[in-house]
């Protein structure tokens, strides 16, 4: 019997996409943690202008060519892709190690935003094709734990840099994603179910237009709704990844040594947990009531209303802390369900299109309220920036309650 076509198999490839997802997260968020031990052979990342430079052209590259990477994974094979995206952003990080000049990385650092791109569309929509019912609300939960893991792990470049190099650092890393590329080569395969060739009718998808699927998702009013749903939490979900370690130093009153571990654990201990309970509580909720999942992503959004608030005003450690782990857990129940009801509206043919528009959105909204929640740190008013996040976020909930009414789990 192949390997494919047996039982755990669904659960055998969450399980080798979570550690490239771990992967995916890790070798992004290196960089930021290595800037110290990188100024000493690079002189321009003693400017903080520089350094913001490398990290935002990451993001607007990475959001630019997600749509395309959804489109591209709609009509290929996406184990391909994923082996494809995660053997180049490995090398790039290897390359990395070599680098001797700024503009050295900012090349690399653009390149690796194409790479990893490919990889989200195309393992999110290969995870909703092999597990079609009860269990998928908690399959992409699991693999999102991964993300969380590796930007975790990332956070340590600079122990590791300090121990070794960061050019070492880099370089060894680099080849463990290399290595793990050609392991998936042999490992990792497509729902044998499903057909790159032919759409529904039988018509070969060399002849459809190569924007049909961009066209049937921006076509169906639901997604727009959905896309909205998708963009608004991320704002504050960007806040927190870039905002908090400051919000908890300014409302603590606590040096950053203290403020930037504190903050990171809270929401990286309660994301974990809310992935892993919003993807178990929506694939069963989901088996009594069509609106299961919906309701289930209601919840934990709702989570991240009242603790955004007190992530705003809070000035106790327990009112901080517990705001922060209020907001990771619900953010991980909305986490968990996004591709799950994405399922519920678009077709299985163009799923890793409209994730990809999801994913650009996310990434700008995040780039614009990273830069936005600047002005308000330097005016002093990072607090209520985070309080009137709220707002958007409640909109966004009432629209999804209101509107979205799918008739199945799984839209063929």
Request: glycine share 10%.
């Amino acid at each position: 019997m192949r390997l494919q076509n047996k039982k755990y198999y669904p659960w055998m490839a969450v399980a080798l996409l979570w550690i490239v997802a771990l992967l995916n997260y890790m070798d992004r968020q290196m960089l930021s943690t290595m800037q110290s031990a990188m100024k000493a052979d690079i002189v321009e990342l003693n400017k903080a202008e520089a350094f913001g430079a490398l990290m935002a052209v990451f993001l607007w590259i990475y959001g630019f060519v997600s749509p395309v990477a959804g489109i591209v994974a709609d009509r290929v094979s996406r184990k391909w892709l994923v082996v494809g995206s995660l053997f180049v952003w490995s090398a790039v990080t290897f390359l990395m190690g070599y680098a001797t000049s700024f503009n050295q990385l900012y090349w690399l650092r653009a390149f690796m935003g194409i790479s990893e791109a490919l990889y989200i569309p195309s393992a999110l929509s290969l995870i909703a094709d092999w597990h079609s019912g009860k269990s998928r609300s908690l399959a992409i939960g699991t693999h999102m734990t991964g993300l969380y893991v590796g930007q975790a792990i990332g956070g340590f470049g600079a122990t590791i840099a300090a121990m070794f190099s960061w050019h070492a650092t880099f370089h060894w890393f680099g080849i463990i994603g290399i290595v793990y590329s050609l392991i998936l080569m042999l490992l990792l395969h497509e729902n044998p179910n499903r057909s790159i060739e032919t759409i529904s009718n039988g018509q070969s998808k060399k002849g459809v237009p190569i924007f049909k699927g961009l066209s049937v998702v921006l076509s169906t009013w639901a997604f727009w709704i959905i896309l909205f749903y998708f963009a608004a939490p991320s704002l504050p979900g960007w806040a927190t990844k870039n905002w908090l370690p400051t919000l908890f130093a300014e409302n603590l009153n606590i040096p950053m040594s203290q403020a930037g571990p504190i903050s990171t654990i809270t929401i990286a201990i309660s994301s974990f947990i809310g992935v892993l309970a919003g993807g178990y509580l929506s694939d069963r909720w989901v088996q009594k009531n069509i609106r299961g999942r919906i309701y289930t992503s209601a919840i934990g959004l709702g989570m991240t209303i009242p603790a955004l608030l007190l992530l705003g005003y809070g000035h106790t450690l327990i009112a901080v802390v517990g705001a922060g782990l209020f907001f990771g857990v619900g953010y991980g129940i909305f986490d968990a369900n996004n591709m799950p009801i994405l399922c519920q509206i678009i077709s299985s043919k163009y799923r890793a299109t409209a994730y990809g528009i999801m994913n650009m959105t996310g990434v700008f909204a995040g780039a614009a309220v990273t830069q936005l929640l600047g002005k308000w740190t330097d005016g002093g008013n990072l607090g209520q920036g985070f309080a009137l996040l709220s707002i958007i976020v409640a909109i966004a909930l009432c629209l999804q309650l209101y509107f979205l009414r799918p008739t199945t789990d799984n839209m063929q």
